[in-house]
């Protein structure tokens, strides 16, 4: 199975101010999906951005975008202009093209905005 | 996107007692998850639930302890079985949009057995 491995378990950023979550999986397909989810305390899960494998471009969404590096298997999320709504936890997920219709969670980054 | 309900929203239950927890979606989808989450933690897999067939369990979880039901394409439930306080969770089921491979999660279902 893949794996997927966020080693920020916490993070803090200055609001206004830029801060970017890290990731990394384990795959050997070419083909797959991968995403960012925000869960704010006692609230419901939200998709952030996702990323086709296939795709060289770097997506992004307002103040969000990602920093894919396929050979590496990093999936990095930055947040610009950090608001206080923005704290939240992190998961990054992974989705196979192939392999059925499982994601693969990493164990999430807590994220502070300090006022 | 797709909007999803659930319910109830939190229970607090006897040991060997049954809850069966509701989900909802305003559209029809073929793919249905279901997730256990401890609070702070990430999310595990139970079963996937598609329409017309029976639920697939991942490893760790028994259709005896937690029987699933998929009757039509916006509905489904997870019953916990004859719980015990290591039941204590968040539940949170999903969807996946036909051909997005986006999944868009319920707002759970927080269960406390005492």
């Known amino acids: 199975a893949q794996t997927v491995t966020q080693s920020q378990p916490e993070m803090s950023v200055q609001e206004a101010e830029t801060v970017t979550l890290s990731c990394t999986y384990d795959t050997s397909e070419s083909d797959y999906y991968l995403f960012w989810y925000k869960q704010p305390p006692s609230r419901q899960m939200i998709l952030v951005i996702r990323q086709e494998a296939y795709k060289q471009q770097n997506a992004t969404e307002n103040r969000f975008s990602v920093n894919f590096q396929k050979a590496a298997k990093s999936f990095s999320l930055k947040i610009s202009d950090s608001q206080l709504g923005d704290a939240a936890m992190y998961f990054c997920?992974?989705?196979?093209?192939?392999?059925?219709?499982?994601?693969?969670f990493g164990t999430g980054t807590s994220l502070t905005v300090i006022p | 996107s797709a909007v999803i309900s659930q319910k109830p929203s939190r229970d607090i239950c006897q040991r060997g007692t049954s809850l069966t927890i509701q989900c909802q979606v305003d559209?029809?989808?073929?793919?249905m998850f279901w997730y256990r989450q401890q609070p702070g933690q990430s999310l595990t897999l139970i079963a996937t639930?598609?329409?017309?067939?029976?639920?697939?369990?991942e490893s760790g979880f028994v259709i005896d302890k937690f029987p699933i039901s998929r009757p039509n394409l916006t509905f489904s439930t997870l019953t916990v079985s004859n719980m015990s306080p290591e039941d204590s969770s968040i539940y949170l089921c999903?969807?996946?949009?036909?051909?997005?491979?986006?999944?868009?999660f319920g707002p759970g279902t927080r269960l406390t057995v005492t």
């Open positions: 639930a598609n329409q017309g067939s029976e639920a697939t369990y």
């Open positions: 997920a992974y989705r196979s093209e192939y392999t059925g219709n499982q994601f693969y």
């Open positions: 559209s029809q989808v073929t793919m």
């Open positions: 999903s969807v996946e949009k036909t051909s997005s491979y986006e999944q868009y």
